[in-house]
T-cell receptor, first 119, second 115 residues
Framework: KAGVTQTPRYLIKTRGQQVTLSCSPI?????VSWYQQTPGQGLQFLFE???????NKGNFPGRFSGRQFSNSRSEMNVSTLELGDSALYLC??????????????????FGPGTRLTVL | AQSVSQHNHHVILSEAASLELGCNYSYGGTVNLFWYVQYPGQHLQLLLK??????LVKGIKGFEAEFIKSKFSFNLRKPSVQWSDTAEYFCAVNVRYSSASKIIFGSGTRLSIRP
């Protein structure tokens, strides 16, 4: 079965611009989570979507937003880009929201990431 | 605030040496624990996970980890490393509340194996 795919793989933008990243989960997975990975901060959780609704959110400013479509594909948007937004953005999918109304936690499968460079 | 600590940022070993990477978390409630690996040029892959039951968990490629609840630890071990184990290793903890959860990753440990 195909893995998690992310497009584009690389992006170069300038400060003040906005960017949209896309993630297609593994077939049958309904939860999509987004992470930011930087050398200094490591992996930080952005948000999680399940059934087109944001279920969990990390500590990022409102410039970071996302959405999920009925086919479980998700997009992440960053507006008014700053230099510090340069990072690898990872998407992960799982069958269900981790812990949401459930006694079990599902495993997340990661995509290859989108490398965003802000100049 | 909840956190995950991986105290070793960079570990260098020779082939056939034994490996233990530390992972400690700070959260007193229900947790699920994971170790992920990121090989050079590849994306994150799950090595092993602990949800419940036997605290000694076996994963892929000969890795295992032991959950010690009293120490809030989930250390990763391998008795004999190979050059192909060169990678970055991330510990992750899913902290669960009554109706939500969040996943916290450690800062990662870079493992270099000398052939």
């Amino acid at each position: 079965k195909a893995g998690v795919t992310q497009t584009p793989r690389y992006l170069i933008k300038t400060r003040g611009q906005q960017v949209t990243l896309s993630c297609s989960p593994i077939s049958g997975h309904r939860s999509v989570s987004w992470y930011q990975q930087t050398p200094g901060q490591g992996l930080q959780f952005l948000f999680e979507y399940f059934s087109e609704t944001q279920r969990n959110k990390g500590n990022f400013p409102g410039r970071f937003s996302g959405r999920q479509f009925s086919n479980s594909r998700s997009e992440m948007n960053v507006s008014t880009l700053e230099l510090g937004d340069s990072a690898l953005y990872l998407c992960a999918s799982s069958r269900m929201v981790s812990g949401w109304g459930s006694t079990s936690t599902d495993t997340q499968y990661f995509g290859p990431g989108t490398r965003l460079t802000v100049l | 605030a909840q956190s995950v600590s991986q105290h070793n940022h960079h570990v260098i070993l020779s082939e056939a040496a034994s490996l233990e990477l530390g992972c400690n978390y700070s959260y007193g409630g229900t947790v699920n624990l994971f170790w992920y690996v990121q090989y050079p040029g590849q994306h994150l892959q799950l090595l092993l996970k602990y949800f419940s039951g036997d605290p000694l968990v076996k994963g892929i490629k000969g890795f295992e980890a032991e959950f010690i609840k009293s120490k809030f630890s989930f250390n990763l071990r391998k008795p004999s490393v190979q050059w192909s184990d060169t990678a970055e290793y991330f510990c992750a903890v899913n902290v669960r509340y009554s109706s939500a959860s969040k996943i916290i990753f450690g800062s990662g440990t870079r493992l270099s194996i000398r052939p």
